[in-house]
């Protein structure tokens, strides 16, 4: 049960929320993160993103398994992007599905909260003006 990847090309929701259809399922909870126009007050033209990705794909299938035993769930997915990102596009998914939605809802939460928290995804912000900063998984600047 459960998947998650890094990947360096546009993700295809509508695959990935039906590839959580199941017979047990009674309830899929989806999460999109998309890039937006500003961050912290600044205009932000674009994003790069940037993952270790043996670590990152080990530590995002930790997730979605401590998911899949904390919540009673039936599927999990959960794909991050990596490289150069345009306002609006989708920067990273998250699609549970299970029995009931109270698990659904907590195990989207759980997994989105978690990647941000421990993925090791760093990402460039490019500001208006031209200047950029980096962004550790926390969100914290880099200095």
């Known amino acids: ?74 599927e999990a997915c959960c794909v991050h992007r990596v490289g150069s990102l345009a306002i609006g596009d989708l920067a990273v998914w998250v699609g549970v599905s299970s029995a009931h939605r109270g698990a659904a809802f907590d195990a989207c939460r759980y997994i989105i909260d978690e990647v941000k928290l421990r993925v090791p995804i760093w990402k460039n912000e490019h500001y208006a003006g031209g200047e950029s900063g980096w962004l550790h998984p926390d969100n914290t600047p880099v200095v």
């Open 1 to 74: 049960m459960g998947v998650f990847h890094i990947s360096a090309e546009p993700i295809d929701a509508a695959a990935l929320a039906r590839s959580l259809a199941h017979a047990r399922a009674g309830a899929c909870v989806t999460f999109e993160g998309w890039v937006r126009d500003h961050n912290d007050g600044r205009a932000v033209h674009r994003l790069d993103y940037q993952a270790y990705a043996p670590l990152a794909q080990s530590e995002g299938e930790r997730i979605i398994k401590e998911a899949g035993e904390k919540f009673a769930i039936v």
